[in-house]
């Protein structure tokens, strides 16, 4: 089972889809770099990674800041000596509601996290990764960067321009070994979405009515994608991977 003697680097890497990525991953025997913005997060990301036997560091920044993610891929390179694998997870939602109600603030945050942060994190993580001897990145997109989503203009926007920067980026450096792909989860159970959906059943079982399985994904589903196209897809780059149940085969 500990076969990966590789380091990866998780952007929100502290909950969610990021924190399920980093268990498996550190299961598999790799080290583990974890970033988001609220260290107390990150110290109990931590402190479960290390108490299934893993090596993680945490990293506290915003992918938006190109310090933040100079400093945090600095730190990683110097405590493991090298960079594998980057899953460029962290995002964030716009509110649902009309267009004409959506404000120009509301498009810089999630453009800015969304789409600048994963362009940063590319751009930090190739050049540790050459040193390395090659690499893998996966940038989280979602089946909304496929279709469009109505109320949510600005998040399915982004989520296209992640498909956009990960085929661009791999095209540049397909012949140095390094491969990026996307992945698109549907809806995912994550701890706040459990959250918000046990305060109203009708909700959740309208969400997942949606689904042509039934059911929304789980966190461990999306980690296992990860963790497929990192290990595995070796003549894989360029691509999106769907994990929505059908949802956009509809
Ligand atoms: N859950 C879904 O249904 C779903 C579906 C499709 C796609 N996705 C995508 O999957 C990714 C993860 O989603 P999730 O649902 O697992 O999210 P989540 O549970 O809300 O976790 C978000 C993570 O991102 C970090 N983060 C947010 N903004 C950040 C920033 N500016 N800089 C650094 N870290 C930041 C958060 O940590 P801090 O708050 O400590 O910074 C947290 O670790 C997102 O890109 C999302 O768009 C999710």
Redo the contacts with the bound molecule.
């Keep these: 089972m500990k076969e990966l003697n590789k380091t990866i680097f998780i952007?929100?890497?502290?909950?969610?889809?990021?924190?399920?990525t980093a268990l498996l991953f550190s299961q598999h025997g790799a080290n583990v770099a974890?970033?988001?913005?609220?260290?107390e997060?990150?110290e109990l990301?931590k402190v479960r990674i290390e108490s299934q036997g893993g090596k993680c560091i945490c990293l506290?920044?915003?992918?938006?800041?190109e310090d933040?993610i100079k400093d945090a891929l600095s730190q990683t390179f110097k405590a493991f000596g090298s960079l594998h694998y980057a899953f460029n997870?962290?995002?964030?939602?716009q509110l649902p509601k009309p267009l004409t109600d959506q404000t120009e603030a509301e498009y810089y945050t999630v453009f800015?996290?969304?789409v600048k942060?994963v362009w940063l994190c590319m751009k930090h993580e190739i050049p540790y990764m050459l040193k390395s001897g090659g690499g893998c990145i996966v940038n989280?997109?979602?089946?909304?960067?496929i279709t469009g989503m109505k109320m949510i203009p600005l998040?399915s926007a982004?989520?296209h321009a992640v498909q956009g920067l990960t085929k661009s980026i791999a095209l540049e450096y397909a012949k140095q070994n390094i491969r990026v792909n996307a992945?698109?989860?549907?809806?995912?159970?994550?701890?706040?979405?459990e959250q918000f959906m046990g305060r109203d059943p009708a909700m959740k079982a309208a969400v997942e009515s949606c689904f042509p399985m039934g059911r929304?994904?789980f966190?461990e589903e999306?980690a296992t994608a990860v963790l497929y196209l990192c290990r595995d897809a070796t003549f894989t780059t360029g691509a999106s991977l769907l994990i929505d149940g059908g949802r956009t085969a509809q």
Aim: aromatic content about 4%.
């Design positions: 952007t929100g890497g502290n909950d969610g889809i990021g924190l399920a974890i970033m988001g913005r609220r260290a997060k990150n990301a506290t920044g915003d992918v938006s800041n933040d997870n962290a995002g964030v939602e800015d996290v969304n942060g989280n997109s979602s089946a909304s960067g998040y982004t989520k992945v698109c989860p549907g809806a995912v159970a994550t701890p706040a979405y929304v994904g966190c999306v």
